[in-house]
C-alpha cells in the first residue's frame, strides 16, 4: 500500500510563494523550453549559483566547472527582486507551458515501485506553501512528469560530465577554463 496517497488532494492555491522562496534549477531541456517560449537568449534567462548557496546532497553531478576563477556551479533560472523573473505582478506565471520540470512537479517527491506504482508521495518543504486539500491530482500524470523529469535530468548529467571531464583536462594542461557562456554553446544554445 503506497504512503502519502492523502497528498493527491493537494490543490495549488497560486500563493506565488515557491516562486518566491526557492531556486529552480534547470536543464538543457528546460533552458530549451524557456529560450522557445520567450525568444530570449539562454544567458538572460540563467544564474549561476555557487556551491555555498545549494544543498545538491546526493546530487553533485549536477554542479558545472567553470572559470571564474575555476569554480563550481549550479545552473539555474534567474530571478528578479528576490523572485522568479517570470513571476507576474499578478501572481502567475508568465512561463507557465514552458516552465521547468521542477516547477511542474513542485511540491511533490514520489517514488514508484518495479511495475510503476506510486509506492510514496510527500510534499516537499522550503517555502511556506498555502495549499489547499481539496483537489484530485492525477497519480499517472504525475508518474509520466516525473518520468519525463529524471529523462531530461539525466541526460543533462551526462552533458555535465562529458564538459566537466573537458574542462579538467583543459587545466590540466595549462589552458584557461571556459565560461558559462561556452558552456551555454556547449549545450546548443547562442550567445
Partial sequence: MASGLRQLSFRCTACANCCKDLRVPLTTADLARLVEATGRAAAELVEWLPTEEVDLTGEPGSLVELDQPARRALMALGQSAGACQFLAADGHCN??????????????????????????????????????????????ALREADQRRWAEHRAFLTQVSVWNRAQAHRVRFGRRALGSREFLAFLGFRA
Fill in 95 to 140: 512561463v507557465y507551458e514552458a516552465r521547468p520540470a521542477s516547477c511542474r512537479l513542485y511540491p511533490f517527491d514520489a517514488a514508484y515501485g518495479k511495475r510503476g506504482g506510486l509506492r510514496r508521495l510527500r510534499l516537499l518543504g522550503g517555502t511556506r506553501c498555502e495549499y489547499a486539500r481539496d483537489g484530485q491530482v492525477d497519480p499517472h
